[in-house]
């Protein structure tokens, strides 16, 4: 069974930083592209980056480009989102989510919570 | 970037119900769209790929169609667990984007 849970969100200050990871289980990690995609409070979705399955190429959304950093581990089935100078509209629910190329998204993490706040 | 409209934004139906909703795109994106379901506080859930290709386990009452910058996804007959938000997202380029959601009400 496919799983991708993540962990990391919590309360963080203004300017602060946070690294959030996302383990996955039930596939072959090293095989597929991943992504982070946010929820604000009560809004819609927002992609956040992508990464490739070898890790060689990432892109991410405007509104995190030089803050926010994609990784992945696949000797741990592991990908991550270090997130820098954290500003209040960072807050949301953070999901990673598998993707299948030509597909969308076709399994996604129940999500973590960050919450930037003084 | 492409940019993405959702319409509507709040649909109100009855169970039975064929309901019908719409993205555009400003530029073309041959038929790399995907719509998705989310439920209050879950994680969204893939519906339809490639504009037309059902994912494995979801209903056929759901269908999708279009291609370049008009898409349409259909619910045929409405079910009570169909009530819920949905999003489009295209995955043609960089930056990934979504639709803003269609909420999807008991009337």
């Known amino acids: 069974e496919v799983q991708l849970v993540e962990s990391g969100g919590g309360l963080v200050q203004p300017g602060g930083s946070l690294r959030l990871s996302c383990a996955a289980s039930?596939?072959?990690?090293?095989?597929?592209?991943m992504n982070w995609v946010r929820q604000a409070p009560g809004k819609g979705l927002e992609w956040v980056s992508y990464?490739?399955?070898?890790?060689?190429?990432?892109y991410y959304a405007d509104s995190v480009k030089g803050r926010f950093t994609i990784s992945r581990d696949n000797a741990k089935n592991s990908l991550y989102l270090q997130m820098n100078s954290l500003r209040a509209e960072d807050t949301a629910v953070y999901y990673c989510a598998r993707d299948i190329y030509g597909s969308g998204n076709d399994y996604w993490g129940q999500g973590t919570l960050v919450t930037v706040s003084s | 970037a492409i940019w993405m409209t959702q319409s509507p934004s709040l649909l109100s139906a009855s169970t039975g119900d064929r309901v019908t909703i719409s993205c555009r795109m400003s530029q073309g994106i041959s038929s790399y769209l995907a719509w998705y379901q989310q439920k209050p506080g879950k994680a969204p859930e893939l519906l339809i790929y490639a504009a037309s290709t059902l994912q494995s386990g979801v209903p056929s009452r759901f269908s999708g169609s279009g291609s370049g910058t008009d898409f349409t996804l259909t619910i045929s007959c409405l079910q009570s667990e169909d009530f819920a938000t949905y999003y489009c997202?295209?995955?043609?380029?960089?930056?990934?984007?979504f639709g803003q959601g269609t909420k999807v009400e008991i009337k």
């Open positions: 997202q295209q995955y043609y380029s960089f930056p990934r984007t």
């Open positions: 990464i490739s399955s070898s890790g060689s190429t990432i």
């Open positions: 039930g596939f072959t990690f090293s095989s597929y592209e």
